[in-house]
């Protein structure tokens, strides 16, 4: 009998390590420095929510929902894979976006799922119908005060299947209208961190890499797409030359079912004016 209730409790305990790795949102907060923003924005707060792929977090998304409220964000940034291409489930997204645009100015871009679901032109119909400024290859101003940033986004390279990603990456930078203003950059991809430097970008957020998926505790992620096994990339900030950048760790998954020791997670963001 006491071996039986040792075996359920080690049950209980498994299955809640992987409940609580797969349904617990947990909001991650940094702080970015650069003598390059402009005084204005000292203290903005910019949620990040990426890779969502479809899944739900409480009714209507109600969880995920009070984690970014309680942010108080004055931007929210999706930085792509908000559906899944296995089980794509736009309506389900939509609810979290419908709740997002009550509460600040929402920016999106693509990420690879949105892709290779072949419905570009319907989710990004529905976001825009909404007030989500989606960001193509391009940039907008963010102003405040009288001062400004401006915020790029560049669409996942899938888009364009028959060049090399690294080309496509450079190619997007290029027409996105970057200017000498402070750049906030949407790309979901971090691997390419080298080539939004090139260009000048002074702090880009990512996902993707889904935390590596599996974390092992004092190694890292164990897998992530576009960096093979043990990517270095997965959560975090990392820098080159004057860039930095923001990998969220995301929030669903995606072929494989299940996070480990990887909590899902919304990034919060909060810009100071100087020494990073």
């Known amino acids: 009998m006491k071996k039986l209730a040792v075996f359920l409790l080690l049950i209980l305990l498994v299955w809640g390590l992987f409940w609580g790795s797969n349904h617990w949102v947990q909001t991650t907060e940094y702080t970015v420095a650069s003598q390059e923003l402009p005084q204005a924005f000292d203290g903005s707060r910019i949620v990040q929510v990426s890779d969502l792929h479809d899944a739900t977090f409480g009714k209507?998304?109600?969880?995920?929902?009070?984690?970014?409220?309680?942010?108080?964000?004055?931007?929210?940034?999706?930085?792509?894979?908000?559906?899944?291409?296995?089980?794509?489930?736009?309506?389900?997204?939509?609810?979290?976006?419908?709740?997002?645009?009550?509460?600040?100015?929402?920016?999106?871009?693509?990420?690879?799922?949105?892709?290779?679901?072949?419905?570009?032109?319907?989710?990004?119909?529905?976001?825009?119908?909404?007030?989500?400024?989606?960001?193509?290859?391009?940039?907008?101003?963010?102003?405040?005060?009288?001062?400004?940033?401006?915020?790029?986004?560049?669409?996942?390279?899938?888009?364009?299947?028959?060049i090399h990603e690294e080309e496509v990456t450079e190619q997007s930078l290029a027409t996105a209208r970057l200017t000498e203003d402070f750049t906030l950059l949407l790309a979901h991809r971090p691997e390419y961190l080298p080539i939004y430097a090139d260009y000048g970008v002074d702090l880009v957020f990512s996902g993707h890499a889904h935390g590596g998926q599996v974390r092992i505790p004092g190694i890292g992620g164990l897998i992530a797409p576009g960096q093979g096994w043990f990517p270095k990339v997965t959560e975090g900030i990392f820098e080159v030359d004057q860039s930095q950048m923001v990998v969220s760790r995301g929030l669903g998954n995606s072929t494989f079912p299940v996070r480990i020791f990887n909590l899902p997670e919304i990034v919060v963001v909060t810009l100071e004016k100087g020494n990073s």
């Open 60 to 162: 209507n998304q109600s969880s995920l929902i009070e984690k970014v409220k309680a942010a108080n964000p004055d931007a929210i940034f999706l930085t792509g894979d908000l559906v899944d291409s296995n089980r794509y489930d736009l309506d389900s997204s939509l609810v979290l976006v419908d709740a997002l645009i009550e509460m600040s100015e929402v920016y999106y871009v693509t990420g690879n799922h949105e892709v290779a679901s072949n419905k570009v032109d319907e989710i990004l119909g529905a976001l825009q119908e909404r007030g989500v400024t989606v960001l193509e290859n391009d940039s907008v101003e963010w102003v405040k005060d009288g001062e400004s940033v401006q915020i790029a986004g560049i669409d996942d390279p899938l888009m364009v299947p028959d």
